[in-house]
């Protein structure tokens, strides 16, 4: 499938990579390959780039886009196994690591894959097509507290509780099957007043996205791992799109960094914190005025920087 993927934040990304011509980068979401582009241009035939991703087809599509590039290792993976599959190449540390989190452009074009409230497909939302859970399971069968749990939290929807009671409703007299079922049920959940903060199914369609595809409680560890894959002077650009995926990150960081908590006092610290590196980022990266018209998907988009000093 041909589609046109417009990376987000892209020359924030490059430039918070410091890359190095000769360097061992990673793009543990690869999808259409739109930042790993940048990424390998600036490599010699001595560096190495490895993409990971948890969907084939976008693979595929990457490696289309790539098909000049010879230095590039494709990886069909989740990159919170990113541990496992740089053991498995036999990578000890790398120079850099690229997360751009979410569901990708490439999946939300194809009408197929169910990630999209307008265009009507039957409810999977995997991103990997070879995992087991699909949206049409979660909403056909997870209780109605647990709906209404994820709908909140994860959508941060404040109609959760009305919408899971009535996909119940609908539910007790037909499964729920495609994505347009499910919208109009959202839909009509959601008061008239309420219907202004975009598609009113946008919200849950997120949240049940989220625990399909597991996007948050693995990301803590993640962040760590990659940081400890790090060899000094390496960075970690991360991108989100979801206040629970920038908290994870934030708070992955900010421990990464580690802060003395002797008393100020005290002529050396006493307390044993050990830093494995710094914060480039104080605030996150955020898209400009003119690339948020451009490009829709960046203006929820938050990067983070993290660069290892230490090799422990």
Request: hydrophobic content about 30%; proline content about 3%.
């Amino acid at each position: 499938m041909e589609f046109k993927h417009i990376p987000v934040l892209l020359n924030d990304c490059i430039e918070g990579l410091n890359i190095k011509s000769d360097g061992i980068y990673v793009d543990g979401t690869l999808g259409g390959a739109g930042h790993s582009k940048e990424i390998v241009k600036r490599l010699s035939n001595n560096g190495i780039l490895i993409g990971i991703d948890r969907d084939e087809e976008a693979l595929n599509a990457a490696k289309n886009n790539l098909k000049e590039y010879n230095n590039i290792k494709y990886i069909h993976g989740n990159h919170d196994d990113i541990k496992e599959i740089l053991n498995q190449l036999s990578i000890k540390e790398v120079d850099g690591i690229l997360l751009d989190l979410g569901v990708s452009s490439y999946q939300l074009d194809e009408d197929s894959r169910g990630f999209s409230y307008i265009k009507n497909a039957e409810l999977d939302m995997r991103m990997d097509k070879l995992s087991n859970l699909t949206a049409k399971e979660v909403i056909n069968t997870y209780s109605e507290e647990k709906l209404a749990d994820i709908i909140f939290k994860y959508g941060e929807e404040k109609f959760a509780k009305r919408i899971a009671k009535n996909i119940c409703i609908y539910r007790n007299k037909k499964e729920i099957e495609t994505t347009i079922e499910l919208a109009e049920v959202i839909e009509k959940s959601i008061p008239g007043g309420s219907k202004k903060d975009g598609h009113p199914a946008k919200r849950t369609f997120q949240a049940i996205r989220i625990e399909v595809n597991n996007e948050i409680k693995p990301l803590y560890n993640t962040i760590t791992d990659c940081i400890d894959l790090l060899a000094p002077g390496g960075r970690l650009c991360v991108i989100t799109f979801h206040s629970l995926e920038d908290r994870e990150v934030k708070q992955a960081y900010n421990d990464a960094q580690g802060k003395c908590k002797c008393p100020p006092d005290l002529p050396y610290c006493i307390c044993g914190v050990h830093s494995k590196g710094k914060i480039i980022t104080k605030k996150p990266i955020t898209a400009s005025e003119q690339e948020q018209k451009s490009n829709s998907r960046s203006k929820s988009a938050k990067l983070r920087i993290f660069e290892k000093t230490d090799r422990r």
